[in-house]
């Protein structure tokens, strides 16, 4: 396992118990617990934890990784989820997609898809980011045009926020939208932790013909703070297999087409 890999168990681990201690974290991670507290020295200094004498407890901040702890979990899930989710978009279309790991996987696979290579002047897909790191990416595959929204950018998703982000939803129309979100379910629809991403999602759904919600399987039955959308507005959740069939015959029953990967 890589430092980045036990990062990403360990942030995971202190998510869920609030507190862990030097030693049953070394156990449960199979290191030395010498590691484990240069683990917890650095993640601290990097105001991801807060030390505390012989452990550490997690910050609010854990609970909202930056992507770049998040890139690695559920990862060979999410890559079979964002496959499924781009044979759905059809060339010249124009798509909205939102923050996130899964929809980051998303964004490459469109990328190399090689139907969406037009030869003519018009741009095999375009896509309208709100994801710093999707319009980088993408910014330089010819066939692909990117409409970058303004904004502030939170830290944790890359993603614009703000006055300045949803304002250009005014001027433009989606074909389909396709979301990444910390939890979706059938009571309480699609959500995220953050309301100022929530706002700039709900927006852009509203914007599109067509709603895609890509979740792996742990998000599914799970909600946040800030609400996206209704269920019902929802026309396609792409998921992973480990989701039960009792939560997709629920989904199904509520309207959405479920695809499990």
Known sequence: MTRHERWNALLELLADAGQLTVEETASRMGVSAATIRRDFDQLA???MLTRTRGGAVA???SYDLPLRYKSA?????KQRIAAATAELAKPGSVIGLNGGTTTSEVARVLARRADLHA?????????VTNALNIGNELAVRPHVKIVLTGGVPRPQSYELTGPLATGIFDHVTLD??????YGVAVDHG???????EAD???????????????????????????KICDTARIDVLVTDSTVSQSAVDAFTEAGVKVIRT
């Open 119 to 127: 030869d003519g002047a018009m741009p095999g897909i375009t896509i």
């Open 200 to 226: 700039i999602n709900r927006i852009m759904a509203e914007r599109a013909d067509q709603i895609i919600v890509v979740a792996d399987g742990s998000k599914v039955g799970r909600r946040a703070f800030a």
């Open 176 to 181: 389909v939208a396709i979301l990444g979100v």
């Open 59 to 61: 910050q609010s901040v």
């Open 73 to 77: 979990r559920h990862a060979s899930e």
């Open 190 to 196: 699609a959500t995220c932790h953050n309301e100022g």
């Open 45 to 47: 200094q990097q105001q």
